[in-house]
């Protein structure tokens, strides 16, 4: 079975910080895919990144960077010089591939406050 | 191109009401999925449709139905609903294996 562990129930910073978010993961699969989702206090759940188990190389997307390491299964997720905006729950999510259709599996997700 | 779509946003019912979620994409996309949403939890898989004509149970299907109706909608229904499934739900469709998700429709049930 699959499992996603998002350790960090809540964290709070105050605005510029740096600030990691931990996923770590367990499947049986060899091919699979790793998500990030935000959700907003507005409720909707906005697609942040996805990779694949075979590409390890980090991400960076402006102040957004990924860490996947398959050796210690976790994808990492770090906002750099945090703003308010980035104030929500983020979730971690693993996919795996099956033929009738790919199924998620969330972590419980992260209460990130950054406060001004 | 509105993506996915939910309907309604906001819905209160009592103890064994019956109601239909429904969940419509203009993305041609092929798999549609249903998830809920508890306070604390992730989201948790309900049913999903691989293709137009499918559906499979997810993690927590006890409770309810689906039906695709065709490739753009898939609906969800609470035959007879009861206070633990009030939580949000999330309708989603897949494209190139990323899901996307509806706006999300909120269901108390009293």
């Known amino acids: 079975a699959q499992k996603v562990t998002q350790a960090q129930t809540e964290i709070s910073v105050v605005e510029k910080e740096d600030v990691t978010l931990d996923c770590v993961y367990e499947t049986r699969d060899t091919t699979y895919y790793l998500f990030w989702y935000k959700q907003p206090p507005s409720g909707e759940l906005v697609f942040l990144i996805r990779?694949?188990?075979?590409?390890?190389q980090n991400e960076i997307s402006g102040r957004y960077s990924w860490n996947f390491q398959k050796s210690t299964s976790s994808f990492n997720f770090t906002i750099t010089a945090s703003q308010v905006v980035d104030s929500a729950v983020y979730f971690c999510?693993?996919?795996?591939?099956?033929?009738?259709?790919?199924?998620?599996?969330f972590g419980e997700g992260t209460q990130l406050t950054v406060n001004p | 191109n509105a993506g996915v779509t939910q309907t309604p946003k906001f819905q209160v019912l009592k103890t064994g009401q019956s109601m239909t979620l429904q969940c419509a994409q203009d993305m041609n996309h092929n798999s549609m999925y249903w998830y809920r949403q508890d306070p604390g939890m992730g989201l948790r898989l309900i049913y999903y449709s691989a293709s137009e004509g499918t559906t499979d149970k997810g993690e927590v299907p006890n409770g309810y139905n689906v039906s695709r109706l065709n490739k753009r909608e898939f609906s969800l229904r609470l035959e007879s609903a009861a206070p633990s499934q009030t939580s949000v739900y999330f309708c989603?469709?897949?494209?190139?294996?990323?899901?996307?998700f509806g706006p999300g429709t909120r269901l108390t049930v009293l």
């Open positions: 999510a693993l996919s795996e591939e099956k033929t009738s259709g790919s199924r998620l599996t």
């Open positions: 989603a469709s897949t494209w190139t294996g990323t899901q996307y």
């Open positions: 990779r694949n188990s075979f590409d390890e």
